[in-house]
């Protein structure tokens, strides 16, 4: 079993920046070793859940909506992955989500974290 626990969201003005944290933990010490995917997604009121960025092995992708002022990374000592968000936008308002998938194909998802951006 893996866990998922995001922090950093809270409001913010427009222009401004959050970063967001996952941390990672399962019964391996090294959880990190058993997952090969690893994400950010939002959902919006009255929206679908959206991919936002996604890290695969060496791999990042982006959504349009964000690419150029969000980062995605990982610190594999602290079992953590980030996403920095600098320009935000009120559009970039949602609960944002971590997901990692392990080698084996399961999923797991964090509890979700807030961001507003006012306007």
């Known amino acids: 079993q893996v866990q998922l626990v995001e922090s950093g969201g809270g409001l913010v003005h427009a222009g401004g920046s959050l970063r967001l944290s996952c941390e990672v933990s399962g019964r391996s010490g090294s959880v990190f070793s058993i997952i090969n995917v690893m994400g950010w997604y939002r959902q919006a009121p009255g929206k679908q859940r959206e991919l936002v960025a996604s890290m695969t092995g060496g791999d990042i992708g982006y959504s349009d909506s964000v690419k150029g002022r969000f980062t995605i990374s990982r610190d594999n000592a602290k079992n953590t992955v980030y996403l920095q968000m600098n320009s935000l936008k009120p559009e970039d308002t949602a609960v944002y989500y971590c997901?990692?998938?392990?080698?084996?194909?399961?999923?797991?998802w964090g509890q979700g974290t807030q961001v507003t951006v006012s306007s």
């Open positions: 997901t990692v998938r392990t080698l084996d194909g399961r999923s797991f």
